[in-house]
């Protein structure tokens, strides 16, 4: 047996490789014998090249024929094809108020110099031109010439400068759009994701129901003003406004939740035929749309702290409608703790501007068991038990009109001297 | 010209809102190790099912169920054109199962999907395997119907594995309509199931009861 050796069969258990071993033989290829090869230092021209320079390079020569052709790189020596004009249809077609005829001229030598290269061709104006000022006039002027040069418009119909001109403002705003989609932070990225995934949860609960138009649901990104464009349904109740700052918050289930009931359960119907379980889901999205992902997920931790099953496990209808009451009293009551703390720390802030009445290491703020069993969520304390609460996660005076449930932090973090 | 059967159609196929019936049901599987008659290929029994809640014929609302296996299977698209809507195989692995819910035509015209992933082997791996004792998943969920027409309501006002709400104050019944001789057709319910042992309780009772004493939690 030729390699490998048996005893490397024995190794891998007997059995033959999967794989066909590789015949090694095949492996150098040897060149046939008839031929003489040699390699010489021979000088060579490149056809690309416009002057008649003269350059040596080693060539395998075979039986001492060398290669014929053209030098092997020349091919890659390609070029635009710029349209140049005559002065004569500049005077008729091209003249432009707030161009030169040096300028167009200076302007169509560069980009005939650099390809078309225009960051390039910018930096080498003589006079300070945007890019896309100049692609523009360049794009315009060539449109114009192939237009005026045509036997008749229809001829140059499917042209693509024809058929799709260039077009300066739109290009401002979309490299304006594009550097503030790069230069975002990664906190505003994951808010957008965020945004973008509920955006997607509810016209895809709608669609469903609905089943017939697209509806595309664009965000304003919290850097700038992108287009914003709000989905198109029924009951127009999803607000521009739930691109969630998780600042804005609702007390009482307001009229846009109450809408977006009468909305799922609408589709529900166009369904003809569903789960319990499905509609269950629909009607907690339904609730919960206005919440963000974290107030969300202290609503589960919620619902296991009580003992209660995340998805019910008799999912009749008496049950799903307890479990949806269940989920948006907790929804309320988180809600409500967010606005106590919001006014207490204002109201605080506004009072005495001094840090010196904190109390001992604030506890988690989400809700934990107490010793005796009863439950209770230490955040809830209207009665004022503690008085000088102070919100853990504001830093500074000043600061009240950000949003204090910033992303940066995932989970409260204890109130430390430095944050004084 | 309209015939009086005409008439008699639109009036069946008249749709009632605000009444919703609604069939619990309960699916999943039962799986039984074969123990010294497994092979590498087969090395449990199992049956995947979907049946009434209170083990009620649904035959009266499904007209056939289509269970879709793993691609391993041969003809994995198995359908079971009468109840009760199971399927029993050999195998040795666990995949998820899609099943295609078909109703009668006065009922609805679109088929329903449910998902299952099929359970062979015991959570607590740690006990012995045992052929006598299978392992059982099953799940809860009530098939709805929200605008029923008056000709299904009417089918199955008085059948037992359908769940009708509290009507409407001022609704009239539709004439009831007569029943099949039950004893010409086969058994479609599940009640004395061979596997009806191992069936699980579902009673909402608990959890409502549990749902309840959430709520009053002193906030």
């Known amino acids: 047996m030729a390699f490998p050796a048996r005893y490397v069969y024995a190794l891998t258990g007997g059995l033959a490789p999967l794989m066909p071993s590789i015949d090694t033989s095949q492996l150098k290829r040897r060149p046939p014998s008839d031929e003489k090869i040699t390699w010489q230092w021979l000088p060579f021209t490149n056809s690309a090249r416009k002057d008649n320079l003269q350059l040596y390079h080693w060539v395998r020569v075979v039986n001492g024929v060398p290669p014929t052709g053209d030098y092997s790189f020349a091919k890659y020596n390609k070029s635009v094809d710029i349209v140049r004009y005559t002065d004569e249809e500049y005077e008729k077609y091209l003249t432009d108020p707030t161009w030169t005829k040096e300028e167009t001229d200076q302007l169509f030598d560069l980009c005939e110099r650099f390809d078309l290269r225009f960051i390039i061709i910018a930096d080498r104006f003589s006079l300070s031109r945007t890019v896309e000022e100049l692609k523009d006039r360049y794009y315009s002027v060539s449109r114009a010439i192939l237009l005026a040069r045509a036997p008749s418009s229809g001829d140059v119909s499917g042209h693509p400068l024809v058929k799709e001109p260039y077009n300066v403002s739109q290009e401002i705003d979309r490299k304006r759009a594009l550097s503030m989609v790069l230069s975002q932070t990664k906190q505003q990225e994951r808010k957008d994701a965020e945004v973008l995934a509920e955006a997607k949860r509810i016209t895809e609960s709608r669609m469903a129901a609905r089943g017939v138009e697209e509806s595309t649901l664009h965000v304003a990104s919290n850097a700038g003003p992108e287009m914003a464009e709000t989905a198109t349904n029924v009951d127009g109740t999803v607000s521009p406004s739930s691109n969630a700052q998780l600042a804005s918050v609702a007390v009482a289930p307001s009229s846009s939740v109450m809408a977006e009931n009468a909305s799922t359960l609408a589709s529900l119907r166009m369904l003809r035929v569903y789960l319990r379980t499905y509609a269950l889901e629909q009607m907690v999205q339904a609730a919960s749309s206005t919440a963000g992902l974290r107030t969300i997920k202290r609503v589960e931790q919620i619902l296991q702290d009580l003992g209660v099953n995340l998805k019910p496990r008799v999912p009749t209808k008496a049950v799903c409608a307890e479990h949806l009451e269940l989920r948006k009293e907790i929804l309320t009551l988180l809600n409500l703790q967010k606005q106590l703390q919001y006014k207490e720390a204002e109201g605080s802030s506004f009072r005495d501007g001094s840090y010196t009445e904190m109390p001992g290491t604030p506890k988690r703020s989400h809700s934990h068991r107490d010793q005796d069993g009863t439950f209770v969520p230490d955040s809830m304390s209207f009665g004022g038990e503690r008085a000088g609460r102070r919100d853990q996660k504001r830093k500074g005076p000043g600061r009240l009109s950000e949003a204090p449930s910033s992303p940066a932090h995932k989970r409260p973090r204890k109130l430390k001297a430095s944050d004084l | ?219």
């Open chain 2, 1 to 219: 010209m309209s015939k009086p059967e005409d008439t008699e159609k639109k009036i069946l196929n008249k749709k009632l809102k605000d009444v919703e019936i609604s069939i619990p049901i309960v699916y999943g599987n039962i799986s039984f190790w074969l123990g010294k008659k497994a092979n590498e290929y087969q090395s449990h029994k199992w049956t995947v099912y979907v049946r009434g809640a209170t083990n009620e014929d649904l035959g009266v609302v499904i007209k056939r169920a289509v269970f879709q296996l793993h691609s391993s299977f041969n003809n994995p698209t198995r359908v079971v054109e009468s109840p009760p809507f199971e399927l029993s195989e050999a195998g040795w692995g666990e995949f998820e199962i899609a099943i295609t819910l078909y109703f009668h035509s006065d009922v609805c015209d679109k088929p329903l999907n449910l998902y299952h992933h099929l359970k062979l082997y015991p959570e607590d791996e740690s006990g012995p395997m045992s052929t006598k004792k299978p392992v059982v998943v099953e799940s809860y969920d009530e098939i709805v119907f929200p605008e029923p027409s008056e000709g299904f309501f009417a089918r199955v006002q008085s059948h037992p594995a359908v769940t009708l709400p509290r009507l409407p104050a001022g609704f009239t019944l539709p004439p009831p309509v007569p029943v099949e001789d039950a004893s010409k057709r086969k058994r479609g319910d599940t009640k004395d199931h061979p596997l009806s042992q191992w069936f699980m309780n579902f009673s909402e009772a608990d959890e409502l009861l549990q749902l309840a004493a959430a709520r009053q939690q002193s906030w």
